[in-house]
Nanobody, 125 residues
Framework: QVQLAESGGGLVQAGGSLRLSCVAS????????MGWFRQARGKEREFVAA????????YYADSVRGRFTISRDNAKNTVYLQMNSLKPEDTAVYYC??????????????????WGQGTQVTVSS
């Protein structure tokens, strides 16, 4: 069992930056690939970024590649999402999630087993 808790969301102007954190409970964090997803009001949940269990591989949605960076610190049971050059269309609730598949990357929400409660990111124009 893994419990995830996101933090770091907030209100920022377009062009600004935010860093999201997701802390995991349990001692098996390093065995999970991690992902960030987002869901805007009235839209389906969409993939943002993923990182392999070791942190050696990353994968991004086209919409955020070059602006967002996913990273992890297995010693701290934490995964991060650094978001730069934010746009109003990045406004959403952001969720971190964990999966135990060996295959990487996985971008399908239904294949992630554990989810956090989400943190709101609002980008004003």
């Amino acid at each position: 069992q893994v419990q995830l808790a996101e933090s770091g969301g907030g209100l920022v102007q377009a062009g600004g930056s935010l860093r999201l954190s997701c802390v995991a409970s349990g001692r098996t964090f390093s065995s999970y690939s991690m992902g960030w997803f987002r869901q805007a009001r009235g839209k389906e949940r969409e993939f943002v970024a993923a990182i392999s269990s070791s942190g050696g591989s990353t994968y991004y949605a086209d919409s955020v590649r070059g602006r967002f960076t996913i990273s992890r610190d297995n010693a701290k049971n934490t995964v991060y999402l650094q978001m730069n050059s934010l746009k109003p269309e990045d406004t959403a609730v952001y969720y971190c999630a964990a999966n135990s598949y060996k295959r990487f990357p996985i971008a399908t929400p239904s294949l992630f087993t554990y989810w956090g409660q989400g943190t709101q990111v609002t980008v004003s124009s």
